[in-house]
């Protein structure tokens, strides 16, 4: 049994949490802008919010404080190479136009991911590294021909769940 708790001690603990790959995305002065984020989960139902985590040193950090909005989309397991494309691309060479539209909020929406939350920042608390973002969602876009599989991070890799038979 290992009690270490190192900064790597807590970063291995945390990759074996298994969560699904989620680009956040705003607009910032016209602009595209988003991040690659698995620390997102659901609030509260009534009023339907989520929380984001993203770190204060991301490059969208700032544009989302500014626009008071973004989109959670969460990738199908078939959109690798959005993931992919986040992590070697900057600002808006991040989006492909063919992949995106624009919300109700005026976030970027992936299309063909699992779900979009469109979201507008109701709150932000100070997460010590992170800003712990509070989101009402204004809409629940469902992609009716994306995959039923989200594209998942598991061990510092890309996963896929696996089906149990009933």
């Known amino acids: 049994m290992n009690t270490n708790t190192t900064d790597d001690a807590f970063k291995n603990a945390m990759a074996r949490f298994t969560n699904g790959v989620t680009a956040v995305t705003t607009a910032d002065n016209g602009a595209p802008a988003g991040l690659i984020a698995t620390s997102?989960?659901?609030?509260?139902?009534d009023p339907p919010t989520v929380i984001v985590c993203v770190n204060k040193h991301a490059s969208s950090h700032d544009a989302i404080l500014r626009s008071r909005f973004f989109a959670v989309n969460l990738l199908a397991a078939d959109q690798k190479d959005v993931a992919q494309r986040f992590?070697?691309?900057?600002?808006?060479?991040?989006?492909?136009?063919?992949?995106?539209t624009v919300g109700k909020t005026g976030a970027p929406i992936l299309t063909g991911s699992v779900v979009s939350l469109d979201c507008n920042v109701i709150a932000t608390h100070n997460?010590?590294?992170?800003?712990?973002?509070?989101?009402?969602?204004?809409?629940?876009i469902?992609?009716?021909?994306?995959?039923?599989n989200c594209l998942l991070?598991?061990?510092?890799?890309?996963?896929a769940a696996a089906v149990a038979a009933a």
């Open 40 to 45: 997102v989960c659901s609030l509260s139902a």
């Open 87 to 100: 992590a070697s691309a900057k600002g808006a060479a991040r989006f492909d136009p063919a992949q995106w």
């Open 127 to 140: 997460g010590y590294s992170h800003t712990i973002f509070v989101g009402e969602i204004t809409a629940s």
């Open 142 to 148: 469902t992609h009716p021909n994306a995959s039923a």
């Open 153 to 159: 991070w598991h061990q510092r890799n890309f996963a």
